[in-house]
């Protein structure tokens, strides 16, 4: 389980730089960006915020989502 502190801080790395990127927690395994819709997993209870991973789920329609994500390579 990820911690809630944490993810009140944690952003989407692409919106925060327009001070943007409030994240949204689905099926306690995925953060979604409310302002680009990026998909970040959450791999072994660690969030996995890089941009090019939430590129890769931009697509995926938050109902297709694999839970648990695939491990990060
Ligand atoms: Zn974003």
Redesign the pocket.
């Given at each position: 389980m990820v911690e809630e502190k944490l993810l009140e801080i944690l952003?989407?790395?692409?919106?925060?730089q327009e001070d943007?990127?409030l994240l949204h927690l689905v099926r306690q395994t995925w953060l979604i960006?409310?302002?680009?819709?990026?998909k970040y997993p959450i791999v072994d209870d660690i969030p996995v915020m890089l941009i090019d991973e939430?590129d890769k789920w931009l697509a995926v329609a938050e109902a297709d989502l694999p839970v648990p994500p695939p491990a990060v390579k």
């Open positions: 952003r989407c790395p692409v919106c925060v943007k990127g960006c409310q302002d680009c819709r990026r939430g």
